[in-house]
């Protein structure tokens, strides 16, 4: 059976009396698992990143995330309410001190989101403390001998060799990918779902589908087809809210239409067996969406989908100045933010450079918000 994600993410907007109706809705539409994202603005973000266009108007994106914190108080009330729903919880940190404080509660799952993919400082510290607590014999999360606390990994706007590179650090046990679209909504006949055969192939790991398409059948059904377990998908109470992902979010009733069709997927594949049954599920999607279907699968080649390419390099992690610095400074180790460039920032170094950039003298003056450049580097 997949394990099928209901991703709330920021759409309670730091409310609890919404974020209790939202597992309500998420749980009662069959969700397996029930995903948030604990946000810390400084974690994500440059505060001169750009601004984001809401129903209320144009607002700094940074501002706009900061509205979204919540304490720690707060999700621990959400994984004690989605256990009670029968659920388990997972969770998406953005830095150091949202995952450390992630930890602390004991999640049933830390979800790393695409952007983080090459966040390298978050992932050496997840990896540690999953081998410290296997060593220590102190996992609450997982009776197995495989590493504790399981690790699901989104790589949307990543090539073949970020995935490789992050799982160097994570390692394959007890660690999924989710093939994904870093793109909001995210066009189906990009979705190129045959890849999630391939990269179960080639890393020997449980593969599955973080869809941002608007429709709640097609991608999903055609990831069980092609032998995704996992299934992750938006939900929110209305399409209409305020929540920064709710207009590509599955409404409670489109969400319930989504399980049942993924579980109806599986039937196929358990009546009729692998082969044929993949046949059967093509062909029973092809009654509604025709031609389309070919398009949705692919050709299973890892690449930058066309919807997501201008992102590449912004959404993703890379170094920038926090402070506005002189010529001749040299670099501590809070001058520097692993972050998302998003809207107007330049792009920076990787993160796989931060031990290098740190303790360099600049050769020029330079501005907070700048990306981090060899140029700028004396060593």
Known sequence: MSLIIAEIGTSHEGSVEKARHLVNAAAGAGADCIKFQWVYADEILHPDTGFVELPTGKIPLYERFKQLECDKSFYKEMLDYVHSKGCTFCCSPFGLRSLDELLEIQPDYVKIASPELNHFPMLERLAEYRRQLKESGQDNCNKTDSLPVPVIVSTGVSKLKDIEKALEILGSENVSLLHCITSYPAPEEEYNLRLITNLKNIFGVECGVSD???????????????????????????????????????????????????????????????????????????????????????????????????????????????????????????????????KVLTPGLGPEFLQTVIGAELTCNVKSGDGVEWKHLLK
């Not at 991608?219 to 092609?226: E, G, H, Q, R, T």
């Not at 996992?230 to 207009?247: A, F, N, V, Y």
């Not at 279907?293 to 890379?318: D, I, M, P, W």
């Open 212 to 342: 941002h398409s608007l429709d709640p059948i097609l991608v999903p059904a055609l990831s069980v087809a092609c032998g995704g377990t996992i299934i992750e998908k938006h939900i929110t109470l209305s399409r209409q809210t305020m929540g920064l992902d709710d207009p590509v979010a599955l409404e409670p009733e489109q969400f319930a239409m989504m399980v049942h069709v993924v579980h109806q997927s599986e039937a196929v594949l358990r009546h009729y067996g692998e082969l044929e049954g993949v046949v059967r599920i093509k062909e029973q999607i092809g009654q509604q969406f025709g031609d389309k279907v070919e398009k949705v699968l692919g050709s299973g080649v890892k690449a930058l989908a066309a919807a997501e390419k201008a992102n590449y390099g912004r959404t993703n992690r890379s170094l920038h100045f926090m402070r506005n610095m002189k010529k001749g400074e040299v670099i501590r180790a809070d001058d520097i933010g692993v972050l998302r460039t998003e």
